[in-house]
């Protein structure tokens, strides 16, 4: 037996990195999936491989920090496949990585813009929508820098921190309607996101986690899927660090 065999699952910033592996995921456990990304082509290459793994998906664009695309992502769910049952708010944006005191106006509201208001809007909408089908489970992917700090990264540091809030906050509301709300905390994975440095910065990286590695997105991809499944029907309001060790110490 399948671990998401029945249900319907909408992943947001599902055309890249863990976001990906997530929908992937899910779509192997036998959920039908709505799939959804700023970048229309990247969506598509994901909604091509769950077709390819024998899965059923359905794209729709939209940026996470707008409400109206939340709306349009649970209405895709309850036209194509009936119903909503799990939800995963993935989509996040690194920031400009500058100190504080150099971090702009644009940079500041952006981040927090992606990272927080768009897991609250988002949840605004997928609550209802779960509660009517029964009851399921939402998976907010936020960073094993949701609590603990690195410099030169406050907007992100604070928006996930924030996150980790908000779900502790969803899932004590929503709870009697039998919607579990929950948390990641990845460690330093290897995506797209994190393409941009030189390889010392990726040894230094690496280095800082007990496992002395970065992770990868299935390593994500297998603590979503679990805290989506009803595997983990007692959990819900908890913050699941997937870090390899980086907290720990
Ligand atoms: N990579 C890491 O080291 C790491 C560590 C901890 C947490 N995370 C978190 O995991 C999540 C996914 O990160 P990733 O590394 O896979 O990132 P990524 O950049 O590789 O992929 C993110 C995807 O989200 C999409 N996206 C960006 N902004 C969007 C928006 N406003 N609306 C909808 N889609 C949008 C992008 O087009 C992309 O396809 C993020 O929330 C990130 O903060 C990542």
């Not at 997530?22 to 959804?36: C, D, K, Q, T």
């Not at 927080?116 to 094993?144: E, H, K």
């Not at 540091?157 to 709300?181: F, I, N, P």
Request: glycine share 12%; aromatic share 6%; with cysteine.
């Amino acid at each position: 037996m399948m671990m998401l065999t029945g249900k319907v699952a909408l992943v947001t910033g599902a055309g890249a990195g863990i976001g990906r592996a997530i929908a992937e995921s899910y779509a192997r456990e036998g959920a039908r999936l709505v799939i959804s990304d700023v970048n229309a082509a990247l969506g598509a290459e994901t909604v091509a491989t769950i077709e390819a793994l024998g899965g059923q998906a359905v794209f729709v664009k939209a940026d996470v920090a707008e409400a109206a695309g939340h709306v349009a992502l649970v209405a895709a769910a309850h036209q194509h496949f009936g119903a909503l049952h799990i939800a995963c708010n993935n989509a996040g944006i690194a920031g400009g990585g500058r100190a504080l005191t150099e971090t702009t106006d644009e940079d500041w509201g952006r981040v927090i813009a992606v990272n927080l208001t768009g897991v609250f809007l988002g949840m605004r909408a997928q609550i209802p929508a779960i509660a009517a089908a029964g009851g399921g489970a939402i998976v907010n992917i936020a960073s094993v820098l949701g609590s603990v700090a690195i410099p030169n990264s406050a907007p992100y540091v604070a928006s996930k921190h924030g996150c980790v809030g908000l779900t502790r906050a969803a899932a004590l509301e929503a709870a009697g309607q039998k919607v579990r709300v929950n948390a990641v905390g990845p460690g330093f994975i290897a995506t797209p996101m994190a393409a941009k440095l030189d390889q010392a910065s990726i040894d230094a990286i690496a280095a800082k986690h007990a496992l002395g590695r970065w992770g990868t997105a299935q390593e994500i991809a297998e603590v979503a899927l679990w805290l989506a499944s009803d595997k983990a029907s007692f959990v819900t309001g908890a913050y699941y660090t997937a870090d390899g060790g980086y907290s720990a110490q």
